[in-house]
């Protein structure tokens, strides 16, 4: 057979084939009736699942100006003795949109309000036959859902760049989910309320007990200053007593010690010692029962008590310090204490649900893979059928 003769059958058997096809239009369409069929009940029966993405956000710049006041109010301490010749400050409490933030994210992280809510709003299906399977499905399902940190490199698949935390994790129902982060959202931000609240009264409480701390401390001080005074005036007294006694026995009325000789009775006060070499007697018991006369009728103490005005002073400045009241006036004041109070911004209506519908694509596959199985039978059965012609025909 010449190769034109063979081109020739080729092309008559390619044409025949098409003819076939052709004629068996009607059964090949329903095969692929019956596949779009099969897809639609695999798609009742099947779950499709989705990767959903929600944007967590730090609180605007206007929101987290209604800190500024009370950010300013306790942001300074004093640390160490407040006695000391220099004070050195530490900021101890600050209420920013990036410490709302670490904290609405490390609760999400801990995991445990996840299970809860998972629970609560049934996103996995409840066992009564293993309590314990169930809790450890709750537990992965609560694993899974990632808190993915703000990166500075491309994405792979996308070429942006992640400038926020986001949530991400995979289910099959868009409505739980939803209501999965409503649940999340509002919780968190309960638990960072009660915790900056719980926070900031304790540093308040520590702080007050620091101030009365320093207030006893000075209270002491004082008391000390005051007896060590009367001690002192009452040994004093005693040894004037005594000196002024000798006098009048000696009949020494004038001091008589020399003008030149210089006398410092501060250093007598505790002491029985003589002045320059001359006893203090000699001084004359006028003089001396003057002194006696003057300190017993004294009445404004505290002038020769040179230590007392500085502490008094100090006492009175911590008295009279406003700086806690005003600190908790400040921050009742703030966000926090409102019922609308959000740690972060998180715009639940804007998730982004990535491959949440395939059913046309099982559609398109149905119908493809149904057609070629309809042009398969129609071809063999074609194929059959001559055969039995021939069969019949010889």
Known sequence: MSDLQKNYDDEIDLLNLIETVWNGKWKIALFMIVGIFIAFGYNIIKVNSFIATTEIRPI????????????????????????????????????????????YVEEIEEGNLLEVGIEKLKLIKYSFDDQKAYTEKVKKFASEILI??????????????????????????????????????????KKVKDIITNRFETIMSVQKQNRDFEIEDLNTQIANIKQDY???????????????????????????????????TTDLAMTNLKIEGNPFYLRGYEAIEEEIRLIDTRKNKTAFMPDLFKLEELKRDLEQDKTLQRANDLFANTPIKQDAFKATSVNIS??????????ILYYILAIILSGMIGVVYVLIANSFANRKKTIVTS
Do not use: C
Not at 69 to 96: A, V
């Open 230 to 264: 009367e001690e002192t005036m009452k040994n004093k007294v005693a040894f004037l007593v005594e000196q002024a006694s000798i006098a009048r026995k000696l009949d020494i009325k004038k001091n008589i010690i020399q003008p030149q000789t210089v006398i410092n």
């Open 148 to 189: 993915l940190k703000p990166q500075n490199i491309d994405g792979k698949e996308k070429g942006d760049k992640i400038l926020y935390h986001t949530i991400k994790g995979e289910y099959s129902d868009i409505k739980k989910w939803k209501e999965l982060l409503v649940f999340i959202d509002v919780e968190i931000n």
């Open 350 to 359: 804007a998730t982004d649900y990535d491959g949440s519908n395939k059913s």
């Open 60 to 103: 605007t710049t206007f929101e987290e100006d209604k800190y500024l006041l009370f950010n300013q109010s306790l942001k300074k301490i004093d640390k160490g003795s407040r006695y000391g010749p220099k004070k050195e400050t530490s900021t101890i409490f600050e209420i920013t949109d990036e410490s709302l933030l670490n904290q």
